[in-house]
């Protein structure tokens, strides 16, 4: 048997996130139908990254183990099946013990946001014309390397034998007229990059002081944290492995 890792990317606005649902549309779903298209076989893939429902991936990745040989041209031929908000970018043979989930060392997401009405904009980012203090809006975001427990940012009812996550990097920048931030770490709580946008978006808005949100994170309570922004302005970047997987 022979495992594989297929690296994808997609918009997600059509689909009820990444993960297969029963009576739902979603990216599993779909790469998984026309693999079966393709080879003539069904197979059940592994997924890197969770995205919710509207959420899109520059980067994201499968795996899945085969027995008999991959079309040729595989690639090409995955993707005239599959539509045109879904594409295959690569896929490679590695290791039987290599998992995408478990083995990836990082994972990096963006979240967007305009100020200007812009219709080009309206499903890859969030609208939000209101003022506000970019310093700020730093100073929340740098403050987040110095936790490990994000409960606080985590959706409630999901199944994680911990809330800990090590952040490498957060910060806010301008992309163009574009405001954006960016976030890097081991692992994501579910809801946590939307939580902290629109609770850090509280804190550029004064209707919460730096040390208010410096509570939250302590309090490790849900209920304190804002998870009003929507999914369409979070993008996954980069899933990133040891060099020796890929």
């Not at 079966?36 to 795996?63: C, P, W, Y």
């Not at 595989?74 to 039987?96: G, R």
């Not at 550029?204 to 999914?231: C, H, T, W, Y």
């Given at each position: ?39 003539k076989e069904r197979i059940i893939m592994v997924g890197s990254s969770r ?194 997987i890929l």
């Amino acid at each position: 048997m022979s495992r594989y890792f297929l690296e994808i990317s997609y918009k997600g606005t059509a689909y009820s996130g990444f993960q297969s649902q029963k009576n739902a549309n979603t990216i599993q779903a779909e790469i998984e139908k026309a693999f079966e298209m393709l080879q003539k076989e069904r197979i059940i893939m592994v997924g890197s990254s969770r995205t919710d429902s509207g959420v899109h991936a520059v980067q994201n990745f499968f795996h899945f183990d085969y027995n008999e040989n991959l079309n040729p041209h595989f690639v090409y031929k995955m993707n005239a099946i599959l539509p045109a908000d879904i594409v295959i970018k690569n896929v490679f043979p590695v290791s039987d013990k290599a998992h995408c989930r478990f083995d990836a060392i990082s994972r990096e997401y963006n979240y967007f946001i305009y100020r200007s009405k812009d219709p080009f904009l309206r499903e890859r980012a969030f609208y939000f014309p209101y003022k506000l203090d970019i310093d700020k809006l730093q100073q929340s975001a740098q403050m987040l390397g110095n936790y490990v427990d994000f409960t606080a940012f985590s959706k409630r009812k999901t199944q994680v034998k911990t809330f800990n996550c090590r952040v490498i990097e957060s910060e806010w920048f301008w992309e163009e007229n574009i405001l954006a931030y960016r976030v890097k770490a081991n692992r994501f709580l579910r809801g946590m990059v939307r939580a902290l946008v629109a609770t850090m978006l509280k804190v550029g808005r004064s209707k919460m002081d730096l040390e208010q949100f410096k509570n939250i994170i302590e309090s490790k309570d849900a209920s304190r944290a804002n998870f009003g922004v929507p999914a369409h302005g979070l993008f996954l970047i980069k899933v990133e492995y040891p060099p020796e997987i890929l």
